[in-house]
C-alpha cells in the first residue's frame, strides 16, 4: 500500500463515518494572525472548537502543514520533517472518546493492516488533572485481554493538552508502533518513556474536557471535543515498512532522482544519506511554500524559505553539485502528488524559476562566505560573536542557522542572541515606517463576526447607501448597545459602500451622515476575518445600534482606484518587457501613489523603465474601457489571465479586462487579471501615470513606485512649483533652469577636480576615517564622498588625495543621477589587493569592477543604506589586507 492510497483510505474510513471531507487549508492560515504557518489539522477548525461556527458536527481531513521548529533536526533524525501532511478527525461537541479510540483502532489494525502486538496505547495517569480511568477502560474493552499489559500510562509531559493557562483542556491518548527488538537499546524504557526509534508515536487523540480556571481548577467542558493528528508521513513508513519516511513513496523518488542527477549514492555514506535527505525534505517543503506564492527575501515566511533552499543547495555542493540543481529535481515533487494538491504543480514554471534563481544567487556569494566563516572560527576558537554572524548574513545571505550549523561542526559556538541583537538594530529604522495589514484585528473580532450577519457590500455599485447600525464596538472588540460623542469604536452596517482594507488595497475612509450632519467619521475599513465589514469610527455624536444613517466614502476612494488600476497596466506592461516570468510579488494602493513588488532576474536598465512607463501610457491615452464582472472561476484558464500565485479566489471570481469590446473579445486585450479591488471605468481617466522610483525589495524581486490620476496631477504640480522655486534663486526662466544646474555642476568638478583657479588642492569635505589599524599595524581605512565625479575625473582626484598620505586604504566615489563609480587604491606601503577588494564591492552594488594590487575601479548600483554600505566596506577591506 503506498501512500496516495493510505491518504485516501483514511479520508474514506472517516467518510463512511459521517465525517465530511474537508479539504486542506493553505499553509498561510487564513484569519489567524497567532501563526507564521498552518502547522495542525485543527487550525482551520479553531471556530468550532470555540463555539464561533456551528455548521458541521465532525470532519476529517488531510492538512498541508508546516513547523520551522524542526529544519535543523531535518536529515539528523527519522522523525524530524518541516513540511508534512497531518491526517485527522474532529468532533465539536458531537461523539468523544468511545468512538474515537474504536475507530482508530479499527483503521489501524484492519483497513492499514497493522499488527496488534506491535501497538502500544498510551493514557493519561493523572498529574495535573485526574487520571483517565475512562479512556483506559475504553482500550481495555477494545484490546484482546492478552494486550492490556500494551496499554501504558504517561503525565502530564506527554499525555495532557492545554490551550495555555487557563481555558480548554484535556487528556491524550497515543498510539505507538514497535519497530521491533533490531532496534532495542540497553536501558530503553519503553513507548513514551523512549526517545529511541524503536517506539515511533503514529497517532495523537486529544480529548478536550476540561477547562481551567485560575488556581488549577479543572471544570467539566458542557461540550466535549475530540482532536487528533497522525502524520501521513510516519503512517506511511510502517504501513510501507522502511527504514524512514525518506525510503517511502513520499520522498524517495527525490532521492532517486537527486542520486541520478549527482552520480552519488545514496547508501554509500551516513553523510550521503544524511545529505540526500534533507534535499528531498526540503525541496518538498520549498516548492509548496512557492505554490503559494512565498518569495524568498530575509523577513518572515520568505527567510524561512531561503534557509530551506540554501540549506538545501549546500547539501548538494557537498554530493558534487557546482550549478543550480534543485529545479531539476521538481519534476519528482510533483509526480508524488499528483491528483492531490493540483496547485503545487499547476505552479510548475514559478516553482522551478524560483528555486533556480535563488540558488544561483546562493552559489555565487558561498565560496566567499564560507572562506569568511572559516577565518571567523580561527579568529573565535572559543565563540563567534552575533555581530560577526550577522555581518555574515548581512553581507553574503549566510541565514544564521547555516553558520551555526557548519561552526557547530567545528565544535565553535555562535553567539545566538548577539545575531539577533545586532539584527535588531540594523532592521529598526525599516520596522520605524512599517504599517500592519490590519491582521492583528482578526482574533479580537472573532466572536463578534459569528454572533452578525454578512455585511451586504454595495461599493461595487455605488459610494453612498442607506444603512442600518447593526452593532457597536469598542477600541477592543467589545459589544456595545451606545458609543459616545467623542469615542473611537467601531460600526457594522447591514450594508456598505465602504471598501475593506484587502488585495493591497486601503480600507476606505467617510461619514456616517444623519439627518445632514455627519454623526462620525470613518477613519478605516477592515473585514479582519471574513464576511463582517467593521468601520473604523470617531462619533461627532452619541451612536446607538438600530439607527439608520447614510454611509458616505471620502473623495479618496476614486484616486485609489485611479491608483489601483494603475498597476494592472503597469503589470501588463512589465509582462510585455520582460516575458511572463515577471509576476507580481505584492502591492500596496491608496489616494496617494501606488506601489508595484514585481519578480526579475536582473535589475532592469533606466530605458527599460522608460520603456514600461511609456506602454502604460500609451494604454492611458488608447482611452481602453475597464470592464468588471463576475465570471466563472474555470474561466481565467480559459482566457489566460493573470492570477496571483496562492491567492484562494472566490468562484465565481471578479475579472477586471482592460480593452475595447469587453468580453465578447477579451482574448483580444491590453489586460486580464481577477481582482476584487475598486477600479474606475476608462484608462483615459488616468491621465498619466508617472513611475517615480524602482528598488531592489530583495535578491529577484523589484519595486516600482508611482502615481496616477489626480494623485499624479498633485506629484505634477508639486514639481512645478519646486521647478519654478529653483528658477527664481538661479534667475532663469524654468525651461531653462536645466542648462543652468549643468553649468553649476560643471564648475563644482573643476573645483573638486582642481583645475578651477582657485582650487590649490583636493578640498577636504567627504573625507572620513572609517577605522583605524586596519592592518592590525597602524594603516587607516579612509573614505572620500566626491559627489558626482564622472570616473576620469575622479581618478585625477584620487591621485590628488592620495599623493598627501601614508600608510592609507582610499576608497573615493562618486554617485550621479543613477550610478555609483569608485576607485580602491592606497598607498605603496599597505599591503592590500585593491582589485579583489573592488570585484566583491562590486557585487555588493550589483555592478563589476577590477584592476591592480595597487588600484583598482568599478561601479554599479547606487546603496540604499549609505551606513550599512560602509559597514561592509570595512569587513570586506579587512579580509584582503
Known sequence: MKSHQIRKGFLDFFAKQGHPVVKSSPLIPEGDPTLLFTSAGMVQFKPYYLGLKTDMKRAASC???FRTTDIDNVGRTIRHLTFFEMLGNFSFGDYFKKESIAWGWEFLT?????????????????????RDAEARGIWENILPKELHSHIIELGDKDNFWAMGDTGPSGPCSEIYWDRGEKYDHKGCAGPGACSCDRYIEIWNHVFTQFDKQPGGVYNPLPKKNIDTGMGLERLTFVVEGKESPFETSLFYPIIEAASGLLKSDYQASDENVSAYRIIAEHLRASSFLISEGII??????GYVLRRLIRRASRYGRILGARDPFLHKLTPAVFGIFKGVYPEVEAAAKQVNETLKFEEQGFIETLETGEKFLADLQKKYPQGIPGA??????ETYGFPFELTRELAEKKGVQVDEAGFHEARKAAQATAKAGWK??????????QTAEEKLPATVFKGYEATETESAVIALLDSKGHMLEKLPAGAEGYAVLDATPFYAQSGGQVGDTGSLMFEGSELASVTDTQKPVAKVYFHAIRAHAALKTGMRVSARVSGDRYRTACN?????????ALKSVFGDTTRQAGSEVDPMRFRFDYTIAKAPTKEEIARIEEMANAAVREDYRVHKALRPLADAKTFGATTLLGEKYADPAR????NRGGFETAKDRYSLELCGGTHIDRTGELLVIKILKDSSVSRGVRRIE?????????????????AETVAARLSVPATEVPARVEQLLETIKELKSGKAKSSAAAPQEGRRTLTEGIDGSGSSFLVYDAGALEMKELRGLSDQIKKDLKSTLLFIYSRTADKFAFIVTHTGDVKADASAIAKHVAEVVNGSGGGRKDFAQGGGEIPADMPGFEKQLVELAKKHI
Open 63 to 65: 492538512q498541508k502543514s
Open 110 to 130: 484492519k483497513d492499514m493492516g497493522l499488527d496488534p502486538k506491535r501497538l502500544y496505547p498510551s493514557i493519561y495517569k493523572g498529574g495535573v488533572a485526574p
Open 296 to 301: 524568498p527575501s530575509n523577513e518572515g515566511r
Open 388 to 393: 560577526e554572524a550577522f555581518s555574515l548574513y
Open 436 to 445: 500592519d495589514s490590519g491582521e492583528k484585528n482578526a482574533f479580537i473580532f
Open 564 to 572: 489601483h488600476t494603475a498597476t494592472h497596466v503597469i503589470n501588463a
Open 655 to 658: 475579472f477586471i479586462l482592460i
Open 706 to 722: 508611482g502615481v496616477a490620476g489626480p494623485a499624479a496631477v498633485s506629484y505634477l504640480s508639486g514639481l512645478a512649483r519646486v
